[in-house]
């Protein structure tokens, strides 16, 4: 524990905004993939256990994407669509089986493709670590704010990620597919008499959370080292962001994302090897004070 | 279908003060002659791999049948219980390696500390409503997997715990040879299923059920289903650290692998494999994954794609485990044999 070190971060204006810019990085990355999970959840009533590996299938799609055409943008693309088709086939073959069986089934399915993506992944890509590079586009000199280092990727990476939250958040809300997602999570067989087919909202769904996991892999790809099984502890840290956020709210794993990120940021500097026991020890508190989560309703 | 149905079904009232001594008995020989047997076996074929094979099942049967104590007869789906697996280790491990106790002394030591541990993690987790007692539980177990990995002067790193665990002899055993370490691993076995089994057939075993079949009404005619879940968490977590003591053992060392959550699944698949509705599944499923285990490892290396396949064909194929199938076969062979019976 360095309280020295941290006290000495928090009187530097340098330090905090580097920490805090790393920290919405971390939060940022983490949103994307539990936002899915919590869209997920919200409307399958499935946790999906296997989220990390899309996260890891988008860094690897990104990965060959860019080294095929060279172009940060159609990494973008290939990472989130490739996850998105990977996510749709998962579903309407073997997660569709498991809807309202018991959640040790759920599991166990889940579990199973854990292990069959990080071994395809070591089979395809090679067991080895890997990276991406810096695209060249944001090979740029650094943004100096207040003195701290802001890198122009880190721009990007936020102005995306509020961006889909937005999206998200006003599809969901006033468009007329956001209100049968929602009226689907609400009363998927009454949803189903009207008419709407409800197997196909339950892949787009599906199909979209996988998607936002691979873009988030897609945009770590140029600042984290890619390797088969990167994604579990994402889907660790993105599950602690719905536990405090409380499931199924965007606007909860935002918050929750963010608050994460930063608590990881400055936490390395106070208790360099304490950080993970940190981030447990945030939703322990949380737990305690709050069981169903800061913004979530009573599941019961 | 669940055991305390298959009770009712057949007719048979859930035993009495009398019939469960009797019933005590039973398994009380059933485990002599289980640990005869087991003991028997290094005489009759001098097989080092299945010495080596059998101390593996008590580590991973004790591990994976405190696991079935929750999943199956309480309905508490921990997907981190391998955590109390490594804990066991570590704490033996380190408790031997630091201070010189006697192996006795560690062990009740060991157990102590999985037991704090237990109560500490569980009065947080047991409240919690199924999809999130499994990931909290989850998320408990990386907590002490990163605290393994980044306390380093204590427990090694990723290194894990070396320079082997000292075994001063006591009481006549000496667990630094083969053989008296495969007895007593059978022995810690034999005890630990036993005592199980009696927990899971006692009355304390028959609220487990009832919380498992419907907690509601379990807490209407009084029972305090969080103060049942704590018990029962604590319990299960301080089995499980003696499989990590076992281990410990075995392998001369700890690793961090031991408190990784893949453990955790594989204790959750065995108990899937062998069947959550009897006793003995888990202990059938533990033998099974193990072998499945060693031929996977022996021809591949992609043993990820191997165990995922198989368990696909389980969860999604056969939709229950492989004891589930024995006891249905039975009940039905019961079933004609008593129509049979009533018909002439």
């Known amino acids: 524990m360095d309280f020295d070190a941290l006290t000495g971060c928090l009187v530097s204006s340098a330090c905090i905004v580097t920490q805090t810019t790393s920290g919405l990085i971390i939060g940022m990355l983490l949103f994307l993939v539990a936002v899915g999970l919590t869209l997920i959840f919200g409307v399958l009533k499935i946790v999906n256990f296997s989220h990390g590996a899309f996260y890891m299938f988008g860094a690897y799609f990104a990965l060959s994407g860019y080294q095929l055409t060279g172009s940060f943008i159609v990494a973008l693309l290939c ?172 606007l909860g794993a935002l918050i929750g994302a963010l608050l994460l990120g930063l608590v990881r940021s400055f936490g390395s500097i106070g208790f360099p090897l304490f950080t993970d026991g940190l981030m447990y020890l945030f939703m322990v508190i949380v737990l305690v004070a709050r069981p169903t989560g800061l913004f979530g309703k009573d599941l019961a | 279908m669940s055991e305390l149905q298959a009770d009712r079904s057949s007719g048979r009232v859930v035993a009495g003060a009398g019939q469960r001594r009797s019933a005590a008995g039973a398994d009380l020989l059933i485990a002599a002659i289980g640990f005869a047997v087991l003991v028997s076996l290094p005489f009759l074929f001098s097989s080092k791999a299945l010495v080596d094979f059998v101390i593996r099942c008590a580590a991973y049967g004790l591990f994976a049948t405190s696991l079935n104590l929750l999943v199956g007869y309480t309905g508490l789906i921990s997907f981190g219980h391998g955590m109390f697996f490594g804990l066991g280790a570590y704490s033996f491990g380190l408790l031997m390696q630091r201070t010189g106790l006697s192996i006795p002394a560690a062990f009740v030591l060991t157990l102590l500390i999985s037991a ?3 109560l500490v993690i569980g009065a947080i987790c047991v409240r919690l409503k199924e999809i999130y007692f499994a990931f909290v539980t989850l998320a408990f177990q990386m907590l002490i997997h990163s605290v393994i990995l980044s306390w380093q002067p204590l427990t090694g790193g990723d290194q894990g715990l070396r320079g082997g665990i000292p075994r001063p002899v006591f009481l006549g055993i000496d667990l630094g040879n083969q053989l008296h370490l495969y007895i007593a691993s059978c022995a810690l076995l034999v005890v630990g299923l036993l005592l199980m089994r009696q927990i899971a057939q006692s009355p304390f075993g028959y609220t487990l059920r009832m919380v498992r079949d419907n907690a509601t009404r379990a807490s209407f005619i009084g029972i305090n289903v969080w103060r049942v879940k704590l018990a029962v968490f604590v319990l299960a977590g301080m089995f499980a650290s003696v499989g990590g003591v076992i281990m410990s053992l075995f392998v001369s060392g700890a690793y961090p692998e031991f408190a990784y959550w893949t453990i955790s699944g594989e204790g959750i698949f065995i108990n899937m494999l062998g069947g959550v509705t009897t006793f003995i599944g888990p202990m059938v499923g533990t033998v099974l994954l193990l072998i499945l285990n060693d031929t996977a490892t022996r021809l591949t290396e992609h043993y990820g794609i191997i165990l995922g396949v198989v368990i696909l064909f389980f969860a999604l194929g056969l939709r229950k485990g492989l004891m589930d199938f024995v006891v249905e076969w039975y009940a039905e062979r019961r079933d004609k044999a008593s129509t049979r019976e009533t018909s002439t």
């Open chain 1, 79 to 250: 990472g989130s669509l490739g996850a998105a088709a990977i996510g749709l086939i998962f579903e309407r073959f073997f997660i569709s089986r498991v809807y309202g069986r018991d959640v040790l089934m759920q599991l166990l399915v889940c579990y199973a493709f854990v292990l069959i993506f990080d071994d395809a992944v070591k089979l395809i890509w090679g067991p080895e670590f890997k990276s991406m590079g810096m695209p060249a586009a944001f090979q740029v000199p650094p943004l100096f704010i207040a003195g701290g280092v802001v890198p122009p990727f880190y721009l990007l990476l936020v102005a995306v990620a509020l961006a889909v939250a937005a999206l998200l958040g006003l599809g969901l809300a006033r468009t007329r597919l956001g209100k049968v997602i929602r009226a689907a999570a609400h009363n998927p067989a009454m949803v189903s008499a009207l008419g709407v087919n409800t197997a196909l909202i339950y892949g787009a769904v599906f199909a979209l959370g996988c998607a936002l996991a691979g873009l988030a892999g897609a945009l770590a790809a140029p600042v984290r080292s890619l390797t088969p099984g990167m994604g579990f502890s994402v889907l660790i840290e993105s599950f602690i962001v719905t536990v405090i956020g409380g499931m199924g709210s965007i």
């Open chain 2, 116 to 118: 704090v541990a237990g």
